[in-house]
């Protein structure tokens, strides 16, 4: 089983960045496509941004041109680099397998919470 394990997050004023890191154990990461899931109150759970093994990323419209995934397959960590962030970019962060099977166990996440 996969154990996922989401930082980096914190209280951060509007127009800040922040850097989220997922380490994940287990041999199946480094060919896996993996997504960051953003998670607010009264709504599901969403996917913000993906990325392929290979490094092909996509993002939701909302994120676009301000959110950036990457990964090190050598770490088997992913990354969410989140500029010029809103406050409607508050919630709960958590890694896990990019849409399309059955996802591994959720970590704790990461709370970011912006600051109007």
């Known amino acids: 089983q996969v154990q996922l394990v989401e930082s980096g997050g914190g209280l951060v004023q509007a127009g800040g960045s922040l850097r989220l890191s997922c380490a994940a154990s287990?041999?199946?990461?480094?060919?896996?496509?993996m997504g960051w899931y953003r998670q607010t109150p009264g709504k599901q759970r969403e996917l913000v941004a993906s990325?392929?093994?290979?490094?092909?990323?996509q993002y939701a419209d909302s994120v676009k041109g301000r959110f950036t995934i990457s990964r090190d397959n050598a770490k088997k960590t992913v990354y969410l680099q989140m500029n010029s962030l809103k406050f409607e970019d508050t919630g709960v962060y958590y890694c896990?397998?990019?849409?399309?099977?059955?996802?591994?166990?959720w970590g704790q996440g990461t709370q970011v919470t912006v600051s109007s």
């Open positions: 990325i392929t093994s290979g490094g092909t990323t």
């Open positions: 896990n397998k990019a849409p399309g099977g059955i996802p591994w166990d």
């Open positions: 287990g041999r199946l990461f480094n060919i896996l496509p």
